[in-house]
């Protein structure tokens, strides 16, 4: 029988669960990272839209050699709070509990019965992306969605971008291929919509009629978390950070040429013949850094679809006390859950960030250079790269694998005999869902024409 030693599980396979795994298993610890899809590349494969292909064929590979090391063993196709419960798995007798299953809940909208339209029209950022990501597959099997003229996202930070971008392209995308122009998405969101445009004797896009979709935020466009200034910024600082954001935005429409309404939040929807119609939204004004609304000041724009992209969240899970909309937490450095010793939050279900972002640990410059790139907006003369922009994700993989450490060194490993009882229960699970070996499942389950 094998020697005493220390086995944890890790919830979520993705970067922040896959650099733990990695490092812990470098400590000499038995890791079991339970995925609850079929491919561990979370926010990678289903968030990051596909136009960043390069990236994320990039991220792929690397989550795949850290959960391919000996002494990682990966449990795919199980939820946490579906297949295995929480309380049940604490009691398991783990050295310890990692959860980095992700910020996957959308923030839900804050308008009158908004759930009850909930596919018809109203769409979430989470799900519309899903769609964009996978709808080339043949297999795919989810929700489909036409992005009609005059589209309108509700949001304002990186994520809300993505949704507007995916607008534009459809329609732009489609409205080419009616005139019998043949531009890939990938070739019309590099170039960008004017330069395609011209490349085919279109000097002017607005010549093919197309209603151009419609990015609202409840702030001014200097707001837009786009940008960050650096902690007790100078009023100059702020003055350039204001600008950054400013200009950030203005190259995204130009290239993309959506609209931007900022100062502004919903209201109502807009409902005809059962179905979301377009949106009744409210001025906004912003005092002394607060947002005053405007309640003689409304307007309309309609849509038949909306798609609210104003942040995610945790999912909640039966068993997992919540404080507000996180995870109850003691410390919220190192993750500590309040409720359970030995249990710690990773990544997004920390922070409840779930797009991807530049690494803190990078100069403000750095960061606002990684932005632009994953924009597209970083000019023709610059080489498109967003490298780095995983690295928060890593970094706070890294920084768990640490407290964790930490916690084991405190504690004595397990006996060889509850080691060996944990490591059955995972391969019986891994027998369930047909899991033999990395390498064998990942083949099988990847879509031939996966992107």
């Known amino acids: 029988m094998s020697p005493d030693r220390h086995v944890v599980a890790v919830f979520g396979g993705a970067c922040a669960g896959s650099t733990a795994a990695d490092i812990l298993g470098a400590h000499g610890v038995d890791v079991v990272v339970f995925e609850q899809n079929a491919r561990p590349y979370g926010k990678i494969e289903d968030g990051l839209p596909r136009w960043h292909r390069d990236q994320r064929r990039m991220e792929y590979r690397r989550i795949d050699a850290r959960l391919s090391r000996p002494g990682v063993h990966l449990v795919p196709n199980t939820r946490l709070g579906t297949d295995l419960q929480f309380t049940d798995v604490v009691h398991w007798g783990w050295s310890a509990v990692l959860l980095a299953n992700g910020a996957w809940r959308d923030r839900p909208l804050d308008l009158p019965g908004a759930e009850r339209w909930v596919g018809r029209g109203l769409v979430y950022q989470n799900p519309f992306i899903y769609w964009f990501n996978h709808a080339p597959e043949a297999s795919y099997r989810g929700p489909r969605f036409e992005v009609p003229p005059g589209a309108i996202c509700i949001g304002g930070g990186l994520a809300s971008i993505d949704v507007v971008k995916v607008f534009q392209l459809e329609l732009y995308g489609r409205v080419l291929r009616d005139r019998g122009i043949e531009v890939s998405m990938y070739d019309l969101e590099h170039a960008g919509i004017p330069a395609t445009c011209r490349a085919h004797g279109i000097e002017d896009p607005h010549q093919l009629g197309v209603a151009d979709s419609w990015l609202v935020y409840r702030r001014r466009v200097e707001d837009m978390p786009l940008a960050q200034a650096p902690p007790g910024a100078t009023p100059e600082q702020v003055a350039k950070t204001e600008f950054v954001r400013r200009k950030m935005l203005a190259k995204a429409q130009e290239k ?84 359970v010793s030995g249990v710690f939050g990773v990544g997004n279900v920390v922070t409840g960030r779930g797009n991807i972002k530049a690494s803190e640990h990078h100069s403000k410059d750095v960061a606002a250079y990684l932005v632009e790139h994953y924009l597209g907006v970083q000019g023709e003369e610059a080489p498109r790269t967003v490298e780095g922009l995983f690295d928060q994700a890593s970094a706070r993989g890294e920084a768990a694998a640490a407290h964790v450490v930490t916690y084991l060194s405190e504690h004595p490993p397990l006996p060889a005999a509850q080691a060996e009882s944990l490591l059955a229960r995972v391969r019986a699970r891994q027998q369930s869902v047909g899991y033999q070996d990395y390498a064998s499942w990942m083949t099988r389950v990847t879509p031939p024409d996966a992107e």
């Open 256 to 339: 993309y040429l959506f609209h931007m309404r900022p100062q502004a939040i919903p209201l109502s929807l807009l409902i005809e013949a059962d179905h979301v119609a377009g949106v009744r939204f409210m001025e906004t004004q912003l005092q002394g850094g607060r947002l005053v609304e405007q309640p003689d000041h409304t307007f309309e724009l309609r849509s038949p679809l909306v798609v609210s992209a104003i942040g995610s969240l945790p999912e909640p899970i039966p068993g997992i006390v919540m404080k507000g909309t996180f995870y109850d937490y003691a410390d919220w450095d190192t993750g500590a859950y309040a409720p």
